[in-house]
């Protein structure tokens, strides 16, 4: 039986009467209609429908991670919207092959009348960049002086407001931090991870200065081994970690980075599965968005070569530039850095593990 009392027909339901007539040409306001206009508008709109999507996804992850306590059921919820993020970032990444069956010549057909539209007004877009956590200081500089220079004063606003709030990236650092078993009765990750890592490296320097085959070579490697000493030594100590956080090198927190090291290490725990499938989608997602990028960049430069963009950037050089910088959740791929072998790990303590696992007794 229908719920509804009033009958739906499909094309009011969907709209399709504002969405079909909502593709309107600049070049025939000026004589003949250039043919590809309507593919680019109706890309960028599909786009815009795809960013909404996201938008309305990562809100509702955002209000997950907002809670003080985030249990199984939630973290089921936010790790399969996530995993629907990743299936529409996998679509719109396919799709600049769409936008690239037009030609350099065809896009110049009506170009010049778009000035000065710019990628860089996309609000939406804009939007999903800040809830993830990109913020203004850790843009390039272009993006840090134009951001939203060609904003009116509404989305300006809007934007602004935006970034004084906690981002996706804060509060999942701060859920990270909060993971109790890094100190748990006797047990502490901390001190374990840390002798487990020395005993690592010391093999590893007992193995090069056995197979060295000249004086050369020695030197090297135990200096390449050095440095391995060198950045996990950071890791555990506060100062050194904070040096890090300051020079740009890391953004999660200490304890954070801990956290998502045990959580990754031990993925195979029982209670460790849905916040190590929320940890690679984030890594994931980031991963998607800077192929986008770097596809747009591709695509910009195919079809303008060294023009100025018509937003007034550098155009290619400006997205090439902005897939390398703006990125949010690196720290979880810097994170392999930090992995030991699974051989080279300390057990877990029984009362560690059992508060890890699932145990059901049948009396």
């Known amino acids: 039986m229908p719920k509804n009392v009033k009958p739906v027909y499909y094309g009011d339901y969907l709209q399709l009467d504002k969405l079909l007539d909502a593709q309107s040409p600049h070049s025939k306001m000026h004589g003949p209609e250039a043919h590809d206009e309507m593919l680019f508008i109706i890309v960028h709109q599909v786009y815009e429908l795809w960013f909404k999507q996201v938008l309305h996804e990562l809100r509702a992850i955002h209000a997950e991670f907002s809670h003080e306590q985030l249990d199984d059921r939630a973290l089921q919820l936010v790790a399969h919207r996530l995993r629907r993020v990743l299936t529409i970032q996998d679509l719109m990444n396919d799709q600049v092959g769409v936008i690239e069956t037009m030609t350099p010549q065809e896009f110049l057909e009506f170009r010049d009348y778009l000035v000065p539209a710019s990628g860089f007004q996309s609000i939406q877009f804009k939007e999903l960049e800040i809830r993830l956590g990109l ?6 500089a272009f993006d840090q002086q134009s951001f939203y220079n060609r904003l009116n004063n509404e989305h300006r606003a809007y934007l602004e407001d935006l970034e004084q709030q906690p981002n996706l990236f804060d509060r999942v650092d701060a859920w990270l931090a909060r993971m109790p078993f890094l100190q748990f009765d006797d047990f502490s990750f901390w001190d374990v991870y840390q002798r487990a890592v020395q005993d690592a490296l010391d093999r590893d320097e007992e193995i090069i200065r056995k197979n060295a085959s000249d004086t050369g070579q020695l030197e090297t490697e135990l200096a390449s081994l050095q440095a391995n000493r060198d950045n996990f030594s950071a890791l555990f100590d506060n ?16 304890r954070a980075m801990l956290s998502a090291l045990f959580i990754t290490q031990y993925r195979e ?13 984030l890594a994931e997602m980031d991963e998607k968005l800077t192929i986008w990028r770097y596809k747009h960049a591709m695509m910009v430069q195919r079809m ?11 155009g290619h050089d400006y997205l090439r530039r902005t897939t390398e910088q703006n990125r949010v959740f690196k720290d979880f791929f810097a994170m392999a850095t930090y992995l030991l072998p699974k ?15 699932f145990y059901f007794r049948h009396d």
């Open 269 to 281: 725990e029982p209670a460790f599965h849905l916040a190590h499938q929320v940890i690679t989608s």
């Open 239 to 254: 100062e050194r970690y904070k040096s890090l956080q300051e020079n740009n090198q890391v953004r999660l927190s200490q």
């Open 343 to 357: 051989t080279a790990l300390p057990d877990l303590p029984t009362s560690v593990r059992q508060a890890l696992g």
């Open 304 to 314: 303008l070569g060294t023009k100025i963009g018509t937003g007034g950037s550098s």
């Open 135 to 140: 913020t203004r200081n850790t843009r390039i």
